[in-house]
Structures are given as structure tokens and as C-alpha cells.
């Protein structure tokens, strides 16, 4: 078992793209050739840091689909039918009829296309290494098969955290829309810290997957107290210890705004989410120190991760983003020069015979060198926020679970920016390569585990010409050249056309590795997984961004035998400091009427427990994960210090919360009764659960329910006479998909994904005051 986990995700990078920018720093290192032979032509190839890992395979990234009402397969939606953007996660009803079948459905367009009119079946893209080629580096017999049903990076994100396969657009949620479990919440459970870090927004698809369950990718943020977007859950919910990356409003002063200044831009981050943080740097309601960009904003970022510790409850979130990239770091190109920051390739795809990314939103008597000059200055680099991470993470003596995305390398190719596309490769080693000196000065490979992969690939080809022509020419040149002979490069599968793709493609992307954990995965090439209860043959050669998950799963949750504490067939007692130590157990008590107290040591956290049968009772502490299986169970969190996990499973199940805890009631009609912390999330799952938000005394933050349930939940609100609470005073607000419960001008509760108008507080079967 690993003590540090990291996966680093090249955005878009396949083994083409690698080979692009491992052949140009060889160039730099002295290697003399000009042809692709000079340097490689298969496998993992040499020049970068990522490929001196011992381990090396590749992975099949495909996805879902499924036929919509016109019976057209597409490889964008879920089994809900509902629009997914406009439709509360989960809600909507199932397609009818829809049955998971297993069979692979390749389709004959980039979202799909395939008919239920002609007979097609099947709910698995699937990969054909015929036609699509037998590993990376060898063409299929059908060019035009990989961009068929091809993925994107919230699906294969989805399925890198959590294993389970799903629909492109989909966040942390399977293809009927219900939540997963990622590695990021596994490893937050079992103790470990957790990061997240990326050159693009940090609700962008890629660190959005690991802490978020939404149904669309593009639900970005919301004002509170919505909690159906990506941001809010990454806050609020998930709360990665670190979360750094792009997405910053950019704001520039003047009004109206120069011509050609970009204006403030709330795509990625609400105005009001902006000002709670930006004005409340240390004592916003997330509980985030922040960090935005700003004057010397590297040094700041490394001066604040050095003063804070994971093991006091710090959480660091730093906001960054250069004018002009919609949001993204600064890009450096090729040659590292920064000489394309600000340029609007992002927005613009280069196309034949137009070259749009010459004009930088610049201010008056701003020039192109001082813009530069000021957006690098502003921004730290990949490579400085992954060090940053690092420093706040490796505090944590139960280690971490970290994610470093190269996400601007997608956004070059989408570009089909040949320049860009090396730079932004090469900023992604750089990060490499500090996260290798760093894990040699922590542990070394016995402590730690290291997976670095792509999401998907585009569809760059490399003529035999490229080398030379890179070395005689420069990458930027070759970007501008249109014609495919004297540029080396095309992106597509036309002869003629240097622009024919400029998008993603279903061929396997490389995976390098190496670690204690590396093993598990090596076991796993050419052996498949299982997928909505089928099991789905591997790739020869090759594992699945599924079987990367299991092994990220296996690293952070294996049994520490030293700290496993079973119980007996009878009624047990265990109690933290007299039967169990009450720091990272993990303790199944088995049948009978079970006690487990764990608050009793003032310094219990991160347990594993499970009570098995019978009508059992857990009084947890802090970070500690609870399983009450079948039977009556009870789970006490008031003594606790927060961020528990309860499930009460089968049974008719209680739950009393202290503050920022979730609880999970199961099947069975459970009951659910808030503290004066608040801040708890609450799922009753199947049954006529009860919700009592305040219990004599108003909480001081609001909960949160999850999946209340009209006609069968009820709200329930204790000591309401003594607090002045009347169904008169009581009022129920619209807020977004959500319904708020307001009292006196606090929140008390937020109901997500129901409508106010199905409620009403002078009804004694929803709500309850006595």
C-alpha cells in the first residue's frame, strides 16, 4: 500500500502528441536526426521525464452510448431522459425501456449516429484494434473508425476516479445519473489528504470528475446555496485539501473597458462565489485560505503552502488565470518564450488560411512584452503549483491522494497548435519531473505510487520529415505553415488537409508507472473489468482507464493489519483507549448488538467500521467511515470533530450530527436530527425518512438534504415554539433547482433538486414543528 498516490493526467495527451515533444527536447539534448527513425517509432519513447518510469502500457478511453427518443445512438447522453444542463442531476425520468446491454456500438459519427431502425444494440462504445490499430503507434485498417463515438474529458475522468464507465459530459455520475465514488472521497475517508491541481478552471472536466457528481459538464458554479454545479460540491462537499488551477474572472479596471479588453468573466465562477472568497481570503464560509493572481504570485503561492498544515484542518484554494486564455495559466510555447500568452487560440481552432491568435486584449499603453511580462508575474506555472501542493500535502503523516492535470495540452491540440502542443507538453514534464525529485526525498518508490496518463487522444500525425523540419524551422513556424509537406505535422486523416480533425479520438493513450502499487496494474493488462454487472473483455497488451481506477482504489484503502480489530458473533463494546486505539482502525464488530465509541479518545480519526447485523450504535469522531449493514443502527456524531462518513444501510436507522458530516440512511425509514454545527450533508435513500434541521437551537450553518422526497420525507423542526418558528414565519425559497428553508433570514436547510412550489410548510406531512 502506497502511502502517496499521484496520478497526472495529460489532458489530450496520446502517444503521437508525447512523441512531438519528446523528439524536440532531444533535438535540444543534441540528438543529430532528421528522420522519425533517428528517434523512435514505438513504445514509450525516451527525451521526457514521464518515460524513464519502469512500467509502461497503454488504455482503451472509451464510454457510453445510448439511443435517444429519434433512436439515434449518442455517446453524449445518459439513460435519463432529460436535458441534462437544464435538468436536476438524477431527476429526470428513465428512458423507456432503457436495459444496459453490453455489446459494443462504435457508431458512424463522432457522437454516435448508429440507428435503432437498423437493428444496432449496444450501450459500450468498445474499441476494435483492427481498425482502430493493435496499440498506438500502429494505424487500423478504417481511419475514420477512432473518430467515431470518441470520448471527452468528463466521461474518461469519471471513469479514471471511480471505474465505472459513463456518458461524455458526465461528472462524477454513472449513465443513470447517480453518484460514484472517487478515489478522491475514498482517500479522504481512510484519512489521507487530497489534491487537486490543473492549468485550466479547476471546474473544468478533469479535476471536476474526482469531486463532484453532476450530469453535466458545464454546470460550473452556482450562488448559493445551489449545490447542482461543480464548484459548489468542490467547496462545500468534497473539500480537496488543496484545490489550485484557472478559472479566475480576470478583471481589469476601466469603464466602459478599452477596445479590445476582454471584460470580467463569470463563466467558471460566480460573481458572488468571487467576492466571498476574494474579500474573505482566510475566513470565507468554505474554509479555504485564497489565493488569486497577483503581484510576485509564485512566491506567494510557496510562502502560504510552507505556513500551512493539513493535520490543523488548513485547505489551501489559489485562483489564477492569464487575459486572453479563457482562463487558463499562461502558455509558454516550444521554446519557452511565453510568446503566445493572451493569444485567443483557445477560442479560435487554427484553420486553413487564417491565422486568428495575433491580438492580446491588452490596456491602454500596454504593449505585447510588458502584457506578457505582467501575466507570468501574476500566475504561477504547472510546475509551481504542483510544488505548492507537495509542500501543504506531504504534511499529512497518513499520506495523499494528489491529481495534477496538464489541461491546456487539449486545448493546443483542439488548436491543431503544433508550437503550443510541445509547450504545454513540456510544462506538463516539468511538473513531472519535480513530483519524481520530490517522491525520491519522500519515501521513494516504496512509500509512493506515480500513474501518469492521458484522458484520450487526438488524431496528430507526424510526417517522416517532422524531426528535420522542426530543427530547421521551429515549432511556431511549423504551426503557421498550412501545407502538410513543409509543416510535418497534420491532424486527421486527409492527405491533403492539414486541418481536417481538430478534435478528440477513441485510440488508447499511453499509461506510464511506477510505485509499491505498480503490480496491481500490471496484473490487470489484458484482463478487462466489469461494467453495470457484465464483464467486458480486455485490449491484448493494454489495460482500461477502468482498471487504472481499481488500482488508485487498491493504493489508498488496503487494510493496515496492525490497526484490524474484529469483533465476536455476540454483543461487543469497543471503546477507543480501552478495547481499540481509535486512530485509523479498521474494526468489524460482527453479528449482535454492537457499541462502538470512538469519541471517547479525544484524538480518534480516520477509522474504517463496521457493525455488521443486529441494532448496533457508533459514536464517531473525526474523518471516521461507518457502515451499520442490516439492523436498527444509531450513529452519534455530536461529540465528533467533523467530516465523518455514516451509512446506515438496511434497517430503520438514526442519525444525530454534529457539524460537516454526511450521513447516508439506507433503505428503511431513518431519522435524521442536526446539531448546532450544521453543515451536514443528509441522504435518507428509500423509505419515509425524517429530517429534523433544528433541534432547539438554530444550527449555525445550513444542512443539506440531498433527496428528499415528496410524499413520503417529512421536515421536522424541535423547539420550534421556544425559537419563534410558526408556520407563518417559515418560508420556503427558489434557489436555482433548489428549494431553501428560511427562517428569520438564515437558511436552515437547503432541499436539493426540489421545487418550492411542491411544498408547503402548513402541510403536517412535510412539515413537522413541535
Known amino acids: 500500500m502506497a502511502k502517496n498516490t499521484i496520478i497526472m493526467i495529460g489532458d489530450g495527451l496520446g502517444w503521437e502528441m508525447a512523441r512531438a515533444a519528446a523528439i524536440y527536447k532531444q533535438i535540444q539534448a543534441g540528438n543529430p536526426g532528421t528522420k522519425l527513425s533517428d528517434f523512435y517509432t514505438s513504445g514509450e519513447g525516451t527525451g521526457l521525464n514521464f518515460q524513464t518510469l519502469t512500467g509502461y502500457t497503454y488504455a482503451t478511453t472509451y464510454g457510453t452510448t445510448i439511443a435517444g427518443t429519434d433512436g439515434v445512438f449518442n455517446a453524449g ?16 425520468p428513465i428512458r423507456t425501456g432503457f436495459a444496459f446491454n453490453p455489446t459494443f456500438n462504435p457508431g458512424t459519427t463522432p457522437n454516435g449516429g448508429a440507428k435503432v431502425s437498423d437493428g444496432v444494440v449496444g450501450n459500450l462504445v468498445g474499441y476494435d484494434p483492427v481498425k482502430g490499430g493493435i496499440n498506438p503507434w500502429t494505424p487500423g485498417t478504417d481511419s475514420n473508425y477512432i473518430k467515431y463515438s470518441y470520448p471527452d474529458s468528463a466521461n474518461t475522468a469519471t471513469t479514471l476516479y471511480s471505474g465505472v464507465k459513463s456518458y461524455n459530459g458526465a461528472i462524477g455520475v454513472d449513465i443513470f445519473e447517480d453518484p460514484v465514488e472517487s478515489v478522491l472521497s475514498k482517500a479522504a475517508s481512510v484519512g489521507k489528504s487530497t489534491g487537486l491541481v490543473t492549468s485550466v478552471p479547476i471546474d473544468h472536466a478533469t479535476p471536476a470528475a474526482a469531486a463532484a457528481n453532476v450530469n453535466n459538464r458545464n454546470k460550473f458554479d452556482g450562488d448559493l446555496p445551489a449545490l447542482d454545479n461543480i464548484l459548489q460540491q468542490e467547496l462545500r462537499i468534497f473539500q480537496p485539501t488543496v484545490l489550485l488551477g484557472g478559472g479566475h474572472p480576470l478583471s481589469n479596471t476601466g469603464n466602459p473597458l478599452p477596445t479590445g479588453v476582454e471584460p470580467r468573466d463569470n463563466t467558471y ?83 486553413k488560411g487564417l491565422n486568428p491568435d495575433t491580438v492580446r486584449p491588452l490596456l491602454p499603453g500596454e504593449t505585447d512584452a510588458s502584457f506578457i511580462a505582467k501575466e507570468r508575474n501574476e500566475n504561477p506555472t504547472l510546475d509551481d503549483l504542483t510544488k505548492a501542493a507537495l509542500s501543504v500535502l506531504g504534511k499529512d503523516p497518513d499520506g495523499l491522494w494528489l491529481m495534477i492535470e496538464g489541461g491546456d495540452i487539449d486545448w493546443a491540440a483542439h488548436d491543431n497548435n503544433i508550437d503550443n502542443l510541445i509547450g504545454t507538453v513540456l510544462d506538463f514534464d516539468k511538473a513531472v519531473g519535480s513530483v519524481i525529485n520530490w517522491i525520491n526525498q519522500n519515501g521513494g518508490w516504496a512509500d509512493n505510487e506515480l500513474i501518469i496518463t492521458a484522458d484520450h487522444d487526438h488524431y496528430l500525425n507526424l510526417t517522416n520529415d517532422f524531426p528535420a523540419l522542426l530543427r530547421t524551422k521551429g515549432a511556431e513556424q511549423l504551426t503557421a505553415i498550412d501545407t502538410i509537406a513543409e509543416s510535418g505535422n497534420f491532424w486527421g486523416n486527409s492527405a491533403t488537409d492539414k486541418y481536417n480533425w481538430g478534435s478528440h479520438t477513441n485510440r488508447p493513450v499511453p499509461v506510464y508507472y511506477q510505485g509499491v502499487d505498480s ?55 469497543l471503546i477507543a483507549l480501552q478495547n481499540i486505539d481509535g486512530v485509523q482502525d479498521t474494526v468489524f464488530s460482527g453479528a449482535g448488538n454492537d457499541e462502538v465509541d470512538l469519541a471517547f479518545n479525544s484524538n480518534a480519526r480516520n477509522n474504517i467500521i463496521d457493525t455488521g447485523s443486529g441494532n448496533d450504535k457508533t459514536y464517531v469522531s473525526r474523518n471516521d467511515v461507518a457502515f451499520g449493514s442490516d439492523g436498527n443502527d ?79 420525507d417529512v421536515i421536522g423542526i424541535k423547539g420550534a415554539a421556544s425559537l419563534g418558528i410558526t408556520t407563518a414565519n417559515l418560508t420556503l425559497t427558489q434557489v436555482g433547482a433548489d428549494t431553501a428553508v428560511i427562517f428569520g433570514g438564515q437558511t436552515l436547510a437547503t432541499l436539493t433538486g426540489i421545487q418550492a412550489s411542491a411544498l408547503s410548510v402548513a402541510n403536517p406531512n412535510q412539515f413537522v414543528l413541535v
Open 77 to 92: 447522453i445518459s439513460a435519463l431522459n432529460g436535458n441534462t444542463f437544464t435538468t436536476p442531476t438524477g431527476t429526470a
Open 519 to 573: 503490480p496491481t496494474l500490471t496484473s490487470s493488462i489484458g484482463q478487462g473489468f466489469d461494467a453495470y454487472g457484465f464483464k467486458i473483455p480486455g485490449l491484448a497488451n493494454a489495460v482500461d482507464q477502468v482498471n487504472i481506477a481499481q488500482t488508485m482504489f487498491a493504493s489508498v484503502t488496503e487494510v493496515n493489519q496492525e490497526n484490524f480489530v474484529a469483533g465476536t458473533t455476540g454483543a461487543d463494546t
Open 269 to 351: 465562477i460566480k460573481e458572488s462565489t468571487y467576492q466571498e472568497l476574494s474579500k474573505k481570503p482566510t475566513t470565507n464560509i468554505y474554509d479555504y485560505t485564497f489565493l488569486e493572481r497577483g503581484t510576485n504570485a509564485a512566491q506567494t503561492l510557496a510562502n502560504t503552502a510552507a505556513q500551512l498544515d493539513p493535520e490543523k484542518g488548513d485547505r489551501l484554494l489559489g485562483l489564477y488565470g492569464a487575459r486572453g486564455q479563457d482562463g487558463n495559466l499562461p502558455v509558454s510555447s516550444a521554446d519557452g518564450d511565453y510568446s503566445t500568452t493572451g493569444l485567443a487560440m483557445f477560442t479560435n481552432n487554427t484553420t
Open 634 to 712: 444509531e450513529f452519534d456524531a455530536r461529540d465528533g470533530k467533523g467530516e465523518n462518513r455514516m451509512s446506515g444501510g438496511a434497517g430503520d436507522d438514526t442519525f444525530y450530527l454534529g457539524s460537516n458530516d454526511r450521513a447516508l440512511g439506507g433503505s428503511g425509514n431513518d431519522k435524521f436530527f442536526v446539531g448546532l454545527g450544521g453543515g451536514n450533508l443528509l441522504s435518507g435513500g428509500v423509505g419515509a425518512d425524517q429530517f429534523w434541521i433544528v433541534n432547539a437551537e438554530l444550527p449555525k450553518a445550513a444542512n443539506t438534504v440531498l433527496d428528499f422526497q415528496v410524499g413520503s
